[in-house]
């Protein structure tokens, strides 16, 4: 995590017997740290996946 300033925002619907979790994450970058990460691309990739690993976990959490 960069420790950049975002708003997380998490939302949860019903979906049939279960919930649908939707996570939007909203971010800036600075510009000194964009040239750390070479591209915006590589940067919005790490952060996605880093998102992903979070509701990996929060579907852990709430399964067991």
Do not use: C, H, I
């Not at 279960?18 to 600075?30: A, F, M």
């Amino acid at each position: 995590m960069t420790g950049n300033r975002s708003t997380w925002q998490y939302r949860f619907e019903p979906d049939g017997t279960g919930t649908r979790v939707t996570l939007r994450v909203d971010y800036d970058v600075p510009q000194n740290q964009l040239a750390r990460f070479a591209t915006e691309g590589t940067l919005k990739a790490m952060n996605e996946n880093r998102a992903a690993e979070v509701l990996a976990n929060l579907k852990g959490l709430v399964e067991d």
